[in-house]
């Protein structure tokens, strides 16, 4: 499995992810295709909503 973001704090089950590109905190992103209710998806960057 490979996957963009981890959040390794979240994990509740184990997964055989062998390919990771970033790890991050337990906090909501948004940007390059991810969103909140529609909006910020087509950020070209990841930012930590507030």
């Known amino acids: 499995m ?3 973001l981890i959040k390794p704090d ?3 089950h184990e997964l055989d ?4 590109a970033l ?3 337990n ?3 948004v940007g390059y ?3 909140y209710d529609g ?4 950020y070209p960057d990841l930012y930590k909503a507030l």
């Open 2 to 4: 490979a996957c963009l």
């Open 10 to 12: 979240c994990l509740q």
């Open 17 to 20: 992810i062998r390919y990771a």
């Open 23 to 25: 790890s991050i905190p």
């Open 27 to 29: 906090e909501f992103v």
């Open 33 to 35: 295709g991810l969103d």
């Open 39 to 42: 909006l910020g998806r087509n």
